[in-house]
């Protein structure tokens, strides 16, 4: 019985434990790093668009603008979150909201996330990615999601080119 419950722990704790050392990383709109906590890394989302995401991690998005200009290719991640912070703000009418997140991407920009495990995507507003090639009808979509398990949350996506999910 003891070797059961031993047994039993040690499963348990097998699973608990990657989940619960997941770093957490903050990103700040390009040039405003006033609204970066203290002793935690925090950057803009053209510093970490060279992969540099690590896996069993927390992305958190701070409010504000955030002008991607490279693409993201995140290729075989897992439990990975980027999320939007902050509240809700009134859009152009009164029955409309906005999210405070936006992710505006400058020129032939893509984010793609190909063969994922775990995918949370909350809070956020993508805009303008993807692009087409010019004298084709072919193109790059702005937003391509491959995960075996994702999760899309008080998500916007705008003025972008073909989504792929």
């Given amino acids: ?7 039993c722990l040690l499963f348990l704790s097998s699973i608990a434990l990657p989940l619960g050392n997941g770093l ?9 790093s006033s609204q970066c906590p203290p002793d935690i890394p925090c950057w803009d989302i053209n510093e970490y668009a060279d ?3 690590m896996n069993d991690s927390i992305y958190y998005f701070l409010p504000g603008d955030h002008n991607l200009n490279k693409s993201i290719n995140i290729e075989w991640g897992s439990n990975l ?18 999210l405070p997140v936006v992710i505006q ?3 032939y920009v893509t ?19 993807g692009y087409n090639v010019a004298g084709s009808e072919n193109g790059y979509p702005g937003l391509v999601i491959n995960a ?15 989504i792929a999910l």
């Fill in 81 to 98: 979150t980027f999320q939007g912070k902050g509240m809700m703000i009134e859009g152009p009418h009164t029955t409309v909201m906005e």
């Fill in 1 to 7: 019985m003891e070797l059961y419950l031993f047994l």
């Fill in 105 to 107: 991407c400058i020129g």
């Fill in 148 to 162: 075996s398990s994702a999760n899309l949350s008080y998500m916007s996506l705008q003025e972008s080119r073909w």
């Fill in 111 to 129: 984010v793609t996330f190909g063969n994922c495990n775990n995918l949370l995507l909350s809070n956020l507003t993508i805009k303008n990615c």
């Fill in 24 to 32: 957490k990383f903050y990103i700040h709109p390009n040039d405003d």
């Fill in 51 to 53: 992969n540099a995401f």
